[in-house]
């Protein structure tokens, strides 16, 4: 690859609706660029960024891919997100590494859910953009009427530099599209409006230069359109970002902290600066092993040498330095201020990390996710593969930040958990397809606790005589609630030594053993004082597992004479919503036993209602969210706190989990 220095680097994102051509038009850049010999199509699944099994299977992007070629002596690093929703975990950390963006518009559909979550990004990032119009070869393609619904949606801002006709500029076009963009680029300069105003033109060199300040600052959005597939006008699309849009280092510098103070740092996007960068996305193949691809912000990285993770504190040697082509790589002798690059397994480095030279740390932030909307309890379907699964979504779990895995401590069951059924799905296919590891799939268990809301008494004698030996304890106790979240308390209010002192810790063996599996449902007991105060001991027959047998049995007796409940988790959640959507969701809510806590503004046009829900009735929201609002809701939910299940509904969980532990008896 020729030399090329950091203002001769272009970083775009694509962004869209899923279907809408992202990756046709990365496919038609390349081609134009000369970086494949052949265009791909996504049909054969022959495109360069979608490479993964899954991809070329569903015809569409999952998964985030980087590409890369030159144009007239621009480096142009090319990061296609995928579409879809569930996967903005790609779309979040190519942001780290985006200077610029194309978002992506159906001709025939116009204006849809994901051109609006770009719009989005846009805005609150900042990020110079420019839409792209495809598809102008399908039957019910209307540019006309899609750039109008831009300029409705989104503003004048939008201005059309290429249209059917041809180029704006040039005047190809038509005298509308010219004056459209010659109104919008004079309101970017004081003096341009002066001039403007009073002539009523300006000069073509003055149009430009406003362009180019215009994109800078956000307040033009240049328009063009092609068909990605047919008449993808990519030549003209890589004129544009090279001449109009701005090279890495027009943010002039990138600001983090000193991890040793937290005071915060600038550091110059430069080569003569200490390198630093930061990891947007993690590659796991379970063949080639773990690839790291990350931004360099400032300074130079050559092969073998090392760098320090300032996010985990340790040292990384590297090896070879790769550009990516897909799902291929490059070496390259040195990477410089403003490019992307990737090396390959790295110890202890992921997505999101900092990396920067030793003596010279910056800690950049983090990207944020959003919290896990949905969850399975997964098992795998071979016995041969039990070892294999815990391992297999780790490495998972490191390509996908939004996608989680954990074991329930108290049902001991396997847990995925991410933002979607799709997303949850396509992962498990994912697992399946490049591990080998079939799962079964299920409603995770609900972490039910047992508890009491009033006081019991019992006594309870253990006697047993088996040839020569035997066992005797005799154990009086009582039980008590205590306030939730205080756990347990052990009393011992023996007087005169009726069970002497290595028994009665016998006795609290006993009692926290049948607090494992409680005697209403099985469950863990949880908030509930015991209190051992009595008993009877045989100078021979009295042991300890006698009175741990005791103390169980007694504190069973006595737990259900003392009005004992199930307690359920109860969420905290955040619903966000258009307004138009308010009345139903709030209807959805309730229909789930939740309690509505309030209601706030939460940007133009939309609320959040805060409430309190049970786990129990959350497995399904995301889905019925979605099918609600159209995909336009969005929610986050956290545990909040353990709350009484109502007695109809307590039962038939009780029932249920009895039915349960008799089917495993009987097995």
């Known amino acids: 690859m020729p030399d090329y220095d950091t203002d001769h680097i272009r970083n775009i ?66 990061i296609d997100t995928p579409g879809y929703a569930e996967f ?45 119009i495809n598809k102008m070869d399908r039957e019910r393609a209307d540019f006309h009427k899609t750039y109008e619904a831009i300029v409705n949606k989104f503003g004048n801002k939008c201005v059309v530099l290429v249209a059917p006709e041809g180029k704006v500029l040039d005047k190809k076009a038509g005298e509308k599209y010219y004056q459209q963009l010659v109104d919008t680029v004079a309101e970017v300069d004081d003096k341009l409006v002066e001039k403007y105003l ?64 937290g005071a915060e740092e600038a550091r110059k996007i430069s080569d003569t600066e200490h390198f630093s960068g930061q990891v947007f996305k993690t590659v796991v193949d379970p063949y080639v092993g773990q690839l790291s691809i990350f931004k360099i912000f400032s300074g130079k990285l050559m092969p073998d040498t090392s760098f320090y993770n300032v996010s985990r504190g340790a040292s990384e040697r590297i090896g070879k330095i790769f550009y990516i082509q897909g799902k291929s790589q490059a070496p390259v002798a040195k990477a410089i201020a403003g490019d992307i690059v990737a090396v390959a397994k790295l110890k202890d480095t992921h997505t999101g990390d900092s990396i920067s030279e030793d003596k010279s740390q910056i800690l950049f932030d983090p990207p944020v996710f959003p919290e896990p909307a949905m969850s399975f309890a997964v098992k795998p379907k071979s016995r041969a593969d039990e070892d294999k699964i815990s391992g297999a979504l780790t490495k998972l779990a490191l390509e996908d930040l939004t996608f989680k895995v954990n074991r329930d401590p108290q049902t001991k069951e396997m847990i995925v958990s991410g933002l979607g059924d799709l997303h949850l799905k396509i992962m498990l296919h994912r697992l399946k397809l490049r591990f080998g590891v079939d799962v079964e799939v299920g409603t995770p268990k609900i972490a039910y606790k047992e508890t009491i809301v009033g006081k019991g008494d019992a006594q309870y004698r253990h006697k047993k005589q088996s040839g020569g030996a035997g066992q005797f304890a005799e154990v009086w106790l009582k039980v008590e609630p205590m306030e939730r979240g205080k756990g347990f308390e052990f009393v011992d209010d023996i007087v005169g030594g009726a069970i002497p002192g290595p028994f009665v810790v016998s006795c609290e063996k006993g009692i926290r053993s049948a607090m494992d599996q409680g005697p209403l449902a099985g469950y863990p007991v949880v908030d509930v004082r015991a209190i051992v105060y009595d008993g009877k001991t045989h100078p021979v027959d009295s042991k300890d597992i006698a009175f741990q047998i005791a103390a169980k049995h007694g504190f069973k007796d006595a ?38 806590l309030g209601v706030n503004p939460s940007g133009i046009g939309s609320e959040t209602v805060a409430a309190n829900v ?45 039915a349960t532990r008799q089917e495993e008896k009987e097995e």
């Open 13 to 78: 994102v694509l962004l869209s609706h899923p279907q809408a051509g992202k990756t046709s038009v990365s496919e038609a850049m390349l081609f134009a660029a000369g970086a494949v010999s052949r265009q791909g199509k996504i049909d054969d699944g022959s495109t360069t960024s979608d490479y993964l099994a899954d991809e070329i299977e569903r015809k569409g992007s999952i998964n985030l891919g980087v590409l890369n070629c030159m144009w007239k002596s621009h480096k142009i690093n090319i």
């Open 88 to 132: 903005i975990n790609d779309v979040i950390t190519a942001q780290i590494a985006a200077d610029i963006a194309i978002i992506v518009v159906d001709a025939a559909s116009g204006i849809e859910l994901g051109t609006e979550r770009a719009w989005k990004i846009i805005s609150e990032k900042r990020l110079p953009a420019l839409i792209y």
């Open 198 to 261: 009073e002539s009523g033109e300006l000069s073509p060199d003055e149009i430009i230069s406003a362009l180019k300040k215009g994109v800078l600052e956000g307040s033009v959005i240049p328009v063009v359109c092609g068909s990605a597939t047919t008449n993808p006008q990519a030549d003209i699309l890589l004129d544009i970002i090279t001449e109009f849009f701005p090279c890495p280092s027009y943010k002039t510098e990138i600001k983090g902290k000193t991890p040793s103070s």
């Open 559 to 596: 737990f259900l004479k003392a009005r004992p409940v199930l307690l359920e988790p109860i969420m905290d959640i955040e619903v966000t919503v258009p307004d138009e959507f308010m009345g139903d969701v709030s209807g959805m809510i309730n229909s789930k036993r939740g309690r509505i």
């Open 614 to 658: 049970p786990l129990a009735e959350m497995f399904k929201f995301i889905s019925e969210l979605k099918s609600l609002t159209g995909g336009r809701g969005s929610y986050t939910m956290h545990f909040n706190r353990y709350e009484e299940v109502p007695g109809k509904f307590a039962q038939a969980i009780i029932d249920q989990a009895k």
